[in-house]
Antibody, heavy 122, light 108 residues
Framework: EVQLVESGGGLVKPGGSLRLSCAAS????????MNWVRQAPGKGLEWVSS????????YYADSVKGRFTISRDNAKNSLYLQMNSLRAEDTAVYYC???????????????WGQGTLVTVSS | AIRMTQSPSSFSASTGDRVTITCRAS??????LAWYQQKPGKAPKLLIYAASTLQSGVPSRFSGSGSGTDFTLTISCLQSEDFATYYC??????????FGQGTKLEIK
């Protein structure tokens, strides 16, 4: 069974940093690109970042470029999102999601974690 | 960036109804369109990809159609568990992989 479990969320002050983790199991993690998607309270879904299976291709939304860094450790079946210079507008539930196909890096995701809440507030 | 616009933003329907949600892309995206269902407090669930391919395990009352810029999600006979918010997403041109603003389907 595919499982994605996020951790690392919490309350942080504006300008602070946080590192999210996503532990994957039930599939060959190293074969799939992975995505981070967020959802602000009461709002819609926003794609944040994607990373290819071998980390060769990395993409970011303009809203986080230069502040967030996506990475992965295939030996540990883990995905990460390092978030720096956090702003109030980064407050959201952050979901880790698996790309639907192994053939290309894609934002189309078939399995999602339960999400972890990041709150940026003084 | 490609903009995805869903309509309506919300509406009410009854169990047994046939409902259609529309998603329009600001430029052509071929068939690189997915639909997700999200219930309160839960992660999104993939329903349809490639505009019309049903994800494994999704009931056949869900169907998708369209290509280019105009797409639809149809639920043929609404069940109580279908009341949720639905999102379309394009994955043709990236970054970003843009989502529509969502359509909230409520019980009449």
């Amino acid at each position: 069974e595919v499982q994605l479990v996020e951790s690392g969320g919490g309350l942080v002050k504006p300008g602070g940093s946080l590192r999210l983790s996503c532990a994957a199991s039930g599939f060959t993690f190293s074969s799939y690109s992975m995505n981070w998607v967020r959802q602000a309270p009461g709002k819609g879904l926003e794609w944040v970042s994607s990373i290819s299976s071998s980390s060769s291709y990395i993409y970011y939304a303009d809203s986080v470029k230069g502040r967030f860094t996506i990475s992965r450790d295939n030996a540990k079946n883990s995905l990460y999102l390092q978030m720096n210079s956090l702003r109030a507008e980064d407050t959201a539930v952050y979901y880790c999601a698996r790309a639907r196909t192994t053939t290309v890096t894609t934002g189309n995701s078939d399995y999602w974690g339960q999400g972890t809440l990041v709150t940026v507030s003084s | 960036a490609i903009r995805m616009t869903q309509s309506p933003s919300s509406f009410s329907a009854s169990t047994g109804d046939r409902v259609t949600i529309t998603c329009r892309a600001s430029q052509g995206i071929s068939s690189y369109l997915a639909w997700y269902q999200q219930k309160p407090g839960k992660a999104p669930k993939l329903l349809i990809y490639a505009a019309s391919t049903l994800q494994s395990g999704v009931p056949s009352r869900f169907s998708g159609s369209g290509s280019g810029t105009d797409f639809t999600l149809t639920i043929s006979c609404l069940q109580s568990e279908d009341f949720a918010t639905y999102y379309c997403q394009q994955y043709y041109s990236y970054p970003p992989y843009t989502f529509g603003q969502g359509t909230k389907l409520e019980i009449k």
